[in-house]
Structure formats: structure tokens, C-alpha cells
């Protein structure tokens, strides 16, 4: 499944074509439930169209605002924006420095272990990581995720400081700085394509 809602089989090339005819069929149901997710998750920019914020659902509404804003249950746009997508990825951009900067330094009190520095990624399913030179780096888009998601992000990064591997004791540590790790983790796994613009 493409980014466009496409449905590509990869098979080796001896495969004949009546099997992985077979295969698409048997997997049919599956397959066009996650296609109608995938074109779901695509933005076209109306109003009333939903779009996420810290894991919780907003209607677009372009009127007279001079920036973007998430209030209530509605998003404000200002209606004279050029390319609301770019401006509202920027957006997010600037409150993922804020909100994912604030976490980080919040766990690292707890955990009191600093990272060198703290850098927003563009990544699409790599969350988090943290570098050898104790860089962490986290996806702006955890900024669509509700906060548990982006906490079992940041708690996860913070045990590599103690183990680089995933090993138990790493799991262990995990789950002793953020209980509640697992939750956020398959949130994420499941909803990875709607963290999206
Ligand atoms: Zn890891």
C-alpha cells in the first residue's frame, strides 16, 4: 500500500500470476479497509475537514485570522493562506520544538540524564532516536499524537541512555520511567498513517 492509496505486490519474478491473484483475493477485505484508511488519512484542505492535534480531532474553519490556531474543537485558518498545508506543517513544526522540547526536558529531570542536544525530524515511522553523540531526535509528527504517545516516545529514548540495545533491561528500564510505554507504543504502530499531512 502506497502513500496514494495504491496497492503494490512485491513477488519474486518465477511467481506466476494467478497466485498472487490469489493471494490479493484472499487478503481482498483487509487490503481495501487499510486503502479507505489511507485515503482518509489525505488532506484536502475544507472546511469541517478533521485534522489532529495533540491526538485530539479539530474542524478546519477558514476565516479572518491572522495565524493558525487549535481552540475548542475547531482549527483556525486564515482563509488568505496560500499553501495551507506547508503553513500548517509549519505550524506544527513550531509547537513540535515547543511541546516535544518540554517533554524531553521534563523526563531527563526525572531520569536526570541530559541529552547533548534535542533536534525535530521529518521522519514518518522512525519516532525517536538517540544518536552515539547523545543527540535525540523526534519526528514533528508526534505532535499529531495524544500526549502518552509522545511521552512513551520520549521514556524510550531516555532508556538508550542506559542501554543502546533492546534488550530486557532495557524494556525494564522503559517501563520503569513511563508504566504506560506499551499503550503509546502500539497507538503509534496502528495510527502511523493519520500523523500525517
Ligand atoms: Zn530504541
Do not use: C
Amino acid at each position: 500500500m502506497t502513500e496514494n492509496a495504491e496497492i503494490v505486490a512485491r513477488a519474486p519474478l518465477f511467481l506466476p500470476k494467478f497466485l498472487i491473484k490469489k493471494y490479493f483475493f484472499k487478503y481482498e477485505k483487509k487490503l481495501l479497509a487499510q486503502k479507505e484508511k489511507v485515503l482518509k488519512a489525505q488532506k484536502k484542505f475544507q472546511n469541517g475537514e478533521k485534522f489532529l492535534f495533540l491526538g485530539k480531532s479539530f474542524s478546519l474553519f477558514f476565516g479572518d485570522f491572522s495565524e493558525i490556531s487549535f481552540r475548542e474543537k475547531t482549527l483556525f485558518f486564515p482563509k488568505n493562506s496560500k499553501n495551507p498545508r506547508a503553513d500548517l506543517k509549519h505550524f506544527y513544526q513550531k509547537m513540535a520544538k515547543k511541546i516535544l522540547f518540554s517533554r524531553v526536558d521534563f523526563w531527563a529531570k526525572k531520569v536526570g540524564h541530559f541529552p547533548k542536544k534535542v533536534r525535530i525530524s521529518a521522519a514518518k515511522t522512525r519516532w525517536g532516536s538517540l544518536s552515539a553523540a547523545g543527540t535525540i531526535s523526534l519526528s514533528w509528527r508526534l505532535i499529531l499524537a495524544p500526549p502518552f504517545a509522545i511521552d512513551a516516545v520520549v521514556a524510550h529514548e531516555m532508556a538508550h541512555f542506559f542501554y543502546p540495545d533492546h534488550s530486557k533491561n532495557f524494556w525494564k528500564k522503559v517501563a520503569e520511567i513511563f508504566p504506560d510505554f506499551r499503550r503509546g507504543h502500539d497507538f503509534l504502530r496502528e495510527n502511523a498513517i493519520f500523523l500525517r499531512l
